[in-house]
Nanobody, 125 residues
């Protein structure tokens, strides 16, 4: 099983970036949920966004600025990031987990069973 994250880079405050996460080696179906997390230096990995068959979920810090979406046919999940701030600087990871009806689990990194390698996002002038 592999998750390949891409699309990170350096952007000025207020700018935009789009991240992609391509999955291979697993059955990418509506029964699995996808999530994005991030980790800044010296900080714990934190929830950013998740997508299920029927809904999307965001942390308060990115709500209204980031959009998560998915394409089952391409086995790819996306994270569109707008109005970026310096505090968004981190390594961004995509992850997948089995479907669950316990929505709080979507925000917990330990509940995900497969992870991508991470892509660096730096917001700086």
């Amino acid at each position: 099983v592999q998750l390949q994250a891409s699309g990170g880079g350096l952007v000025q405050p207020g700018g935009s970036l789009s991240l992609s996460c391509a999955a291979s080696g697993l059955t990418f179906s509506n029964r699995r949920h996808m999530g994005w997390f991030r980790q800044a230096p010296g900080k714990e990995r934190e929830f950013v966004a998740a997508i299920t068959r029927s809904a999307t979920y965001y942390s308060d810090s990115v709500k209204g600025r980031f959009t998560i979406s998915g394409d089952n046919a391409k086995k790819t999940t996306y994270l569109q990031m707008n109005s970026l701030k310096p505090e968004d600087t981190a390594v961004y990871f995509c992850a997948t987990r089995p479907g669950t009806s316990i929505l709080s689990q979507l925000r917990v990194a330990a509940e995900y069973d497969y992870w991508g390698q991470g892509t660096q996002v730096t917001v700086s002038s």
